[in-house]
């Protein structure tokens, strides 16, 4: 069974910087890809980043491009990072780890994303 945990949120400022990690079981990073989702209060889950794949580059949202940077840590390959910088108040969400198929690579769906961890929660205040 495939277990997702996110951690490093918390209560930041605005302009501050945090570092997600998400930490899978087993070896599913080497034969799917992870990303990034976030769903603040009132609002649908969104597409935030997933890690690229051959030779294309990691997709973000238009809302993060420039501040967040989503990594694998390549030595094990069973963790993934999403560096967030210069938050702002509209960051503040539940941020989730989720994984999706090589083959749906491109999709910012979260229909297209099959196993998903709990959520750390990322609260930016002004």
């Known amino acids: 069974q495939v277990h997702l945990v996110e951690s490093g949120g918390g209560l930041v400022q605005a302009g501050d910087s945090v570092r997600l990690s998400c930490v899978a079981s087993g070896r599913i990073f080497s034969y799917s890809l992870p990303g990034w989702f976030r769903q603040a209060p009132g609002k649908e889950r969104e597409f935030v980043a997933v890690i690229g794949w051959r030779d294309a580059s990691p997709l973000y949202a238009d809302s993060v491009k420039g501040r967040f940077t989503i990594s694998r840590d390549d030595a094990n390959n069973t963790v993934v990072y999403l560096q967030m910088n210069n938050l702002k108040p509209e960051d503040t969400a539940l941020y989730y780890c989720?994984?999706?198929?090589?083959?749906?690579?491109?999709?910012?769906?979260?229909?297209?994303?099959?196993?998903w961890g709990q959520g750390t929660q990322v609260t930016v205040s002004s």
């Open positions: 989720a994984t999706t198929s090589f083959s749906k690579f491109g999709s910012t769906s979260s229909r297209d994303f099959d196993y």
